[in-house]
């Protein structure tokens, strides 16, 4: 019977890890979502390339759009670089 407690929490709990441990599909910030039909907008924006979307709507009745995470975003900035100054050079 204490086995059998012993397994059953050890099992819940590995199963209540990974429960709150997952993301779901949605959160995934890939350039591409397959949009329509039964997903809400954006869609499931789970391909990095076009052609992996268009390949996975195929016969969906669905349509691939760009992720609007990724075509709206601002573009980073480059930071800017830091000029070290030369030591003077000693006169011998």
Known sequence: MRKTQLVLLTLGAAFLAGFVSATPAAARDYPWCAQGGEFDYPGEC??????????????RLLYCGPNPRFAYEPAPQPQPRLHRRARPVAPY
């Open 46 to 59: 789970a391909y990095s390339t076009y052609e992996q979307c268009l390949a996975s709507v195929s016969g």
